[in-house]
């Protein structure tokens, strides 16, 4: 019983780490219109800070832009205010109704750039795997020597480690490679 602890411990941990990928590489533009490019957008609203999500609607209505339409128009210039500071490389532009976002057309530099912010997220996140089996390892090496579980225990978790950590590493290539594919072929 307590050997599967380690398993599902670890497991656990790798998905909660390719869930963060997922989450960064959303972030990262791709020359596309995505509506999770203004996911961290905080919006002055009545005195507090609310998501832009939360005071505005956020439509796609072409391939590269971005529609903001605001539940409340007094909430217009706020909400262009915010997307400015929040440094997205857009420029807003505000109709009086809606604000539109013209994604820019990414150039080969650009998409190289890009590109390599992609390896370096599949990379921490390889390392963050790493991490988890070291520490799955680490436990199940401790109730070896407590003798909590028998060799051929141990040697049987931690090939199920292995098989999680193998999994999981195939998972976050795959994420990195579908960004890669998305980015440079815009």
Do not use: C, W
């Not at 869930?19 to 999770?36: C, D, F, H, P, T």
């Not at 832009?52 to 339409?69: D, F, M």
């Not at 109730?143 to 978790?157: A, R, V, Y």
């Amino acid at each position: 019983m307590s050997e599967n602890i380690a398993v599902s411990k670890s497991k656990e941990n790798m998905k909660k780490t390719i869930e963060v990928l997922n989450r960064e590489l959303a972030n990262i533009r791709a020359g596309k219109a995505n509506a999770s490019i203004l996911s961290n957008v905080q919006v002055e609203y009545y005195g507090t800070m609310a998501p832009l999500n939360q005071v505005a609607s956020i439509n796609i209505p072409e391939a590269r832009v971005l529609l903001v339409t605001p539940y409340d128009k007094s909430a217009l210039d706020n909400i262009e205010h915010a997307i400015n500071s929040a440094d997205l490389g857009l420029n807003p532009a505000n109709d009086g109704d809606v604000i539109r976002l013209v994604i820019p057309q990414l150039t080969g530099e650009r998409r190289q750039e890009i590109a390599k912010k992609v390896g370096k997220e599949a990379e921490d996140a390889r390392v963050a795997v790493r991490n988890v089996r070291r520490e799955g390892m680490d436990s199940i090496k401790k109730q070896l020597k407590n003798s909590d579980i028998t060799e051929d225990g141990f040697h049987d978790i931690e090939d199920q480690i292995q098989k999680v950590t193998d999994e999981a590493i195939a998972k976050v290539n795959e994420l990195a490679e579908a960004k890669e594919k998305e980015i440079t072929e815009g």
